[in-house]
C-alpha cells in the first residue's frame, strides 16, 4: 500500500468517525456591526436553514433577499424578534424616486410587524385598483386605510423633496399589510403608482416626517411554538455559533477554535485543582491516537 493510498484511508476513516469535530464552518459572531444570533448566521450551514436563503453577509453587509431585489439590514432586535431593513429605491422626506414596490417570498419566514406602514405615492386616481370598491379587480388588494391615510400623505407630501413634485394628496394612499402575511405582494406597476414610503415609527414625532423611521420591520419565529432551541442557547453562552450540517441538517455548535462540536463549546471548568477534558479536547486525543494507529500498522504490513 502507498502513500496516497494511505492517506485516503485516513481520511476516509476519520471522516467516518468524527465528522462533527473535523468539519468547521466559517461562522462570525458579527456580520459588520450588527451582532449574529440564532436564528441568522453568516452563511450556508450557520443559523437556522429555513433563514439561511434569506439572509446574507457578503462583505460585512448583512442584506435580505427577496424575488424584488436585496435590502440592507439595519438592525436586528433579538428580543423582540424583529428584523429591520431599509429599502435604497423607495421614498423618504429626504428623497423622492420610482419604485417597484416590495415584496415578501411566500416560503419566507416572515411577517410585516404591526407598526409597519406603506405609503403608496403618486397613485392613479381614476385606474389603481386600490381606489375601486370592494369586489371586481379590487378583490386582490386591500382598500387603503383612508383612516389615517389623509395625516400620513399631508406630511409625507410637506417634505420639500415631494413639494417639488406638486401631487394632490388624494394620489397619496396608506397600506397597511399587517394581516397579509408572508405572500404579500406590492406591485406599484399593478396599482398605477409611481413610488412608496415605508416606517415602522414615528420616533415620538408624529408631525415631523423628518423625524419618522423609514424602512421595513418584520417579525420572524423560531419555530412553531416560538421555543428557542437550549442546545443552541448552550452553544451561545459558550461563545459558539448555532449552525448545521448534513442531509438532515444536524445541528452543530461552530467554536471559536474552528471546531465544531454536537453540544457547546465548553473550555472546561476547575475540577479537583485541575481542568476538566472538553468533548472536542478528547475527540482530537482520540483523532491523534487513531492515526498514529493507522500509520504503525502500515508500516508494520510493509515491513
Same mark, same amino acid.
Given at each position: 500500500?502507498? +502513500?496516497?493510498?494511505?492517506?485516503?484511508?485516513?481520511?476516509?476513516?476519520?471522516?467516518?468517525?468524527?465528522?462533527?469535530?473535523?468539519?468547521? =464552518?466559517? &461562522?462570525?459572531?458579527? /456580520?459588520?456591526?450588527?451582532?449574529?444570533?440564532?436564528?441568522?448566521?453568516?452563511?450556508?450551514?450557520?443559523?437556522?436553514?429555513? +433563514? =439561511?436563503? #434569506?439572509?446574507?453577509?457578503?462583505?460585512? =453587509?448583512?442584506?435580505?433577499?427577496?424575488?424584488?431585489?436585496?435590502?440592507?439590514?439595519?438592525?436586528?432586535?433579538?428580543?423582540? =424578534?424583529?428584523?429591520?431593513?431599509?429599502?435604497?429605491?423607495?421614498?423618504? &422626506?429626504?428623497?423622492?424616486?420610482?419604485?417597484?414596490?416590495?415584496?415578501?417570498?411566500?416560503?419566507?419566514?416572515?411577517?410585516?410587524?404591526?407598526?409597519?406602514?406603506?405609503?403608496?405615492?403618486?397613485?392613479?386616481?381614476?385606474?389603481?385598483?386600490?381606489?375601486?370598491?370592494?369586489?371586481?379587480?379590487?378583490?386582490? +388588494?386591500?382598500? /387603503?386605510?383612508?383612516?389615517?391615510?389623509?395625516?400620513?400623505?399631508?406630511?409625507?407630501?410637506? /417634505?420639500?423633496?415631494?413639494?417639488?413634485?406638486? !401631487?394632490?394628496?388624494?394620489?397619496?394612499?396608506?397600506?397597511?399589510?399587517?394581516?397579509?402575511?408572508?405572500?404579500?405582494?406590492?406591485?406599484?406597476?399593478?396599482?398605477?403608482?409611481?413610488?412608496?414610503?415605508? !416606517?415602522?415609527?414615528?420616533?415620538?414625532?408624529?408631525?415631523?416626517?423628518?423625524?419618522?423611521?423609514?424602512?421595513?420591520?418584520?417579525?420572524?419565529?423560531?419555530? #412553531?411554538?416560538?421555543?428557542?432551541?437550549?442546545? &443552541?442557547?448552550?452553544?451561545?453562552?459558550?461563545?459558539?455559533? /448555532?449552525?448545521?450540517?448534513?442531509?438532515?441538517?444536524? +445541528?452543530?455548535?461552530?467554536?471559536?477554535?474552528?471546531?465544531?462540536?454536537?453540544?457547546? &463549546?465548553?473550555?472546561?471548568?476547575?475540577?479537583?485543582?485541575?481542568?476538566?477534558?472538553?468533548?472536542?479536547?478528547?475527540?482530537?486525543?482520540?483523532?491523534?491516537?487513531?492515526?498514529? #494507529?493507522?500509520?504503525?500498522?502500515?508500516?508494520?504490513?510493509?515491513?
Amino acid at each position: 500500500m502507498n +502513500f496516497k493510498n494511505s492517506s485516503t484511508l485516513i481520511s476516509c476513516i476519520l471522516l467516518l468517525i468524527f465528522p462533527s469535530l473535523i468539519s468547521s =464552518q466559517a &461562522c462570525q459572531r458579527f /456580520c459588520g456591526n450588527i451582532p449574529m444570533k440564532y436564528p441568522f448566521g453568516t452563511g450556508p450551514g450557520c443559523g437556522d436553514p429555513r +433563514f =439561511q436563503p #434569506f439572509i446574507t453577509c457578503n462583505n460585512q =453587509q448583512l442584506t435580505f433577499k427577496t424575488h424584488t431585489g436585496c435590502y440592507p439590514v439595519t438592525s436586528i432586535d433579538y428580543n423582540s =424578534q424583529v428584523l429591520y431593513i431599509s429599502d435604497p429605491s423607495m421614498s423618504t &422626506c429626504a428623497c423622492t424616486q420610482p419604485s417597484k414596490g416590495f415584496s415578501l417570498d411566500w416560503k419566507a419566514p416572515f411577517n410585516f410587524h404591526d407598526e409597519t406602514v406603506f405609503a403608496l405615492l403618486d397613485c392613479s386616481t381614476d385606474s389603481s385598483p386600490i381606489y375601486q370598491s370592494n369586489g371586481g379587480m379590487n378583490s386582490t +388588494f386591500p382598500l /387603503c386605510d383612508s383612516s389615517q391615510g389623509d395625516p400620513v400623505c399631508s406630511l409625507l407630501y410637506s /417634505c420639500q423633496a415631494m413639494s417639488r413634485l406638486n !401631487l394632490p394628496t388624494s394620489t397619496c394612499c396608506v397600506y397597511t399589510p399587517v394581516d397579509l402575511g408572508p405572500s404579500f405582494e406590492m406591485d406599484l406597476e399593478k396599482l398605477h403608482c409611481t413610488s412608496y414610503s415605508a !416606517l415602522y415609527g414615528f420616533n415620538g414625532q408624529d408631525t415631523n416626517p423628518q423625524a419618522w423611521k423609514y424602512g421595513v420591520a418584520l417579525k420572524y419565529k423560531f419555530n #412553531f411554538n416560538n421555543d428557542y432551541p437550549e442546545m &443552541c442557547a448552550s452553544c451561545e453562552k459558550t461563545n459558539g455559533v /448555532c449552525g448545521y450540517c448534513g442531509p438532515y441538517n444536524s +445541528f452543530i455548535c461552530n467554536c471559536p477554535s474552528g471546531v465544531n462540536t454536537t453540544t457547546d &463549546c465548553f473550555l472546561g471548568v476547575p475540577w479537583s485543582n485541575s481542568f476538566r477534558t472538553v468533548p472536542w479536547q478528547t475527540g482530537l486525543l482520540l483523532i491523534n491516537a487513531l492515526v498514529w #494507529f493507522i500509520i504503525v500498522s502500515l508500516m508494520y504490513d510493509q515491513a
